[in-house]
C-alpha cells in the first residue's frame, strides 16, 4: 500500500489500517464460524450415524426376540412385524405389514381385541395387559397369548402409534391343564378303586342269587312275570358288575411291565378290528403312518384298547359317515398317534369333561372308555389330550415317550 499509494496522508492511513483490522478481524470471525458449522456439520453426521447403528440394534434386538412383537401407526395399519411372529405362526410379513391389525386377522374382532387396542392407543394408565387372550390364528390353530400395549407418543405428548408384545403360553396353559387333570383323575381313581370294591361284592352276591333262582324256577312254580323281572335283575346286575370292573380298570394302582413296542404295529392291528364296520357305516379310512418310528415302552395290549377306544368313538360321532384319519409321528422326545374325525364335534363346555368319568352324552354309554385309556396312557408317563370344534370334528392325541428318552 505504501509503494503504490505513497502520498498518502497521516488520517487516511489511520483509516486504511482501521479498515485492514475490521476486514481482519471479520474473517477471522467468519473463519471461524465456518469451522464451527463445519464442527456441527460433522457432530450431526455422527449423531446420525449413532442413530442409524442403535436403531439397527434395537432392530436387531427386536428380531431375535422369542415374544412376538407388533407396531402399529396411529391408524391401526402395520409397521413391524417380527421374526418370531413369522415363525410361530407361519405369516410372513409381507402380508401385514401396511394392513389394519384387525382387517389381516378378522378373527380378533369377535375375541374382543379391538377393546383392548382402544385402551392402548388412550395410553393413560401406561400398558396395558391383557392375559390368557384365546385366539385362533390363521394358520396354527387355537393359541393363548399374554397381550400387553404400549402407545407410543412423540415429544408433544401425541399418540403416534403403538407397540403390543406377544407371549404365546399355549404349551405352559396345557401343562397346566394336564397337571390339573391328572391330580384331579389320581383322587377320582383312589375314590372309585374304593366304591367299586365295595359295590362289587354285593352285587356278585345279587347276581348269583338271581342265576340260581332262575334255575329252580320250574321247581319253585315261579311265574313268568316273576322270571321276567328276575332276568331284568340279573342284566341290570350285569351292568353295574361291568360298570364296576372298568372302575377297578380306571384306578389300578399295579405297576406296568413295560417293553418296547412298535405304536405302528399297535395301530394297524386296531384298525383291523374296526375296518369292516366303517366300511359299512360309509366310513372312509385315512391312514398316515410314519415308518421307521422308535419304539416306546409299553404294554401292546393296552395300547391296543386306547387306541380301539379312540376309533370307536370316533365312528360312533359320524353316523352319517365322514372320514376317519388315524397318523402317527415322531414328536421331540415322544412318538404321537393322532384320530381325528368330521364329527359334530365335542361343544367346548364338555372338552374339559370328556376324560371324567361317567361323562358321556350317548344314550347308551357308561362314560369309561375315555377315562380308561387316559389311565392307560398316564401308566404309561404319556398324555392323551383332545381338541375340538363344533360342526367340524374332533381331534385325539396320543403322546407316548420314545424308549430310552426320558
Known sequence: MAVARPGLAPEAWSALVLRGAFLWLLGV???????????????????????????????????????????????????????????????????????????????????????????????????????????????????????????????????????????????????????????????????????????????????????????????????????DDLKVIGKHADRVARITQGLLSFSRQQAWRLSPVDVNTVVEAALVLVEKQLAREQVTLEQDLTPGLPAVLGSANHLEQVVLNLLTNAREAMPEGGRLQVATRRQGRSVEVEVTDTGKGIPAEHLSKVFDPFFTTKEKGTGLGLAISYGIVRDHRGTLTARSREGVGTTFVVALPVAGER
Request: glycine share 8%; charged share 30%.
Open 29 to 227: 470471525s467468519l473463519g471461524l464460524l465456518s469451522e464451527r458449522e463445519r464442527r456441527r456439520r460433522r457432530e450431526m453426521v455422527q449423531l446420525n450415524r449413532d442413530l442409524t447403528e442403535q436403531r439397527e440394534r434395537i432392530k436387531e434386538v427386536v428380531e431375535t426376540m422369542q415374544d412376538g412383537v407388533i407396531v402399529l401407526d396411529q391408524e391401526g395399519k402395520v409397521t413391524h412385524w417380527n421374526r418370531a411372529l413369522e415363525e410361530r405362526y407361519g405369516v410372513k410379513r409381507e402380508e401385514v405389514l401396511g394392513r389394519d391389525l384387525l382387517d389381516a386377522f378378522p378373527a380378533l374382532r369377535e375375541e374382543g381385541f379391538p377393546a383392548f387396542l382402544e385402551q392402548v392407543y388412550a395410553g393413560q394408565a401406561g400398558a396395558v395387559t391383557l392375559e390368557r387372550f384365546a385366539h385362533r390364528t390363521l394358520r396354527r390353530g387355537d393359541a393363548i397369548l399374554n397381550l400387553k400395549g404400549t402407545a407410543m407418543r412423540d415429544l408433544r405428548g401425541e399418540v403416534q402409534g403403538a407397540l403390543i408384545t406377544v407371549e404365546d403360553i399355549t404349551e405352559r396353559v396345557g401343562l397346566e391343564k394336564a397337571v390339573q387333570q391328572t391330580e384331579k383323575m389320581a383322587a377320582i381313581g383312589t375314590l372309585s378303586a374304593g366304591l367299586a370294591h365295595e359295590i362289587n361284592n354285593p352285587i356278585g352276591i345279587i347276581a348269583s342269587r338271581v342265576e340260581c333262582m332262575l334255575l329252580e324256577a320250574d321247581e319253585q312254580g315261579l311265574s313268568q312275570t316273576v322270571r
